[in-house]
């Protein structure tokens, strides 16, 4: 059983499109997470919910909202989609954010091709 | 100045070689030091993570933090050619909602 899941795991779409990229979690963590992968591989969060709360929310356009049903779930909408888009979107998660050396999972990542 | 800095390489290495890869980080609120290995088109996967300033081993794999000079460090002995990866080194910050903050990654290429 796959521990993170997230789907579709390739994407592509046109310029100004909405999309959603949705997420499960099967490991009954607390806390979920986007992360983003750019070209040049380089690896960065983008929010994380903690029981459904957010609790990180980096600088990332309003055009990106996250929505997180219950805590097995972290669904990431995306509104008028850009070229810059483009990038390996990865969802994480883990046990609980107040516990010290939490081991964060991550699924296998979507990759959204932006055309 | 990014808060983790970290050579992408490529490096490459013959197989059996001893390799040794590297980060510097800037933040000393910086709690755990992790790496992260990720096979190409798979997520990243937790290899190694400590706390303190030292070593910490684990089968072919070596972490070493030096906090002082804020500097971590993972050794792998013996390399394979199924180490072919790239490593990203990775520091969690417990007090932002477990922010884990990666350096850019070195692509490792073990040569058979």
């Known amino acids: 059983d796959t521990a993170v899941s997230q789907t579709p795991k390739y994407l592509v779409t046109q310029m100004g499109n909405d999309k959603s990229i949705k997420c499960e979690q099967n490991?009954?963590?607390?806390?979920m997470y986007w992360y983003k992968q750019d070209s040049k591989k380089f690896l960065k969060i983008m929010f994380s919910y903690n029981n459904k709360e957010l609790i990180i929310n980096e600088t990332v356009p309003n055009r990106f909202s996250p929505k997180s049903p219950d805590k097995a779930h972290l669904n990431l909408h995306i509104n008028s989609l850009e070229l810059g888009d483009s990038a390996v979107y990865f969802c994480?998660?883990?046990?609980?954010?107040?516990?010290?050396?939490?081991?964060?999972?991550f699924g296998e990542g979507s990759w959204l091709t932006v055309v | 100045q990014k808060e983790v800095e970290q050579d992408p390489g490529p490096l490459s290495v013959p197989e059996g070689a001893i390799v040794s890869l590297n980060c510097t980080y800037s933040?000393?609120?910086?709690?755990?030091f992790m790496w992260y290995r990720q096979y190409s088109r798979k997520g990243p996967e937790l290899l190694m993570y400590?706390?303190?300033?030292g070593n910490k081993e684990d089968g072919r794999f070596t972490a070493q933090v030096d906090k002082s000079s804020k500097y971590i460090s993972l050794f792998i002995r013996d390399s394979q050619p199924s180490d072919s990866a790239t490593y990203l080194c990775a520091i969690l910050l417990v007090e932002y909602g477990n922010k884990l903050v990666f350096g850019a990654g070195t692509i490792l290429r073990v040569k058979s």
């Open positions: 490991l009954g963590h607390d806390t």
């Open positions: 933040n000393s609120a910086f709690q755990y």
């Open positions: 994480a998660s883990s046990q609980d954010r107040e516990r010290s050396g939490n081991t964060i999972y």
């Open positions: 400590t706390y303190s300033s």
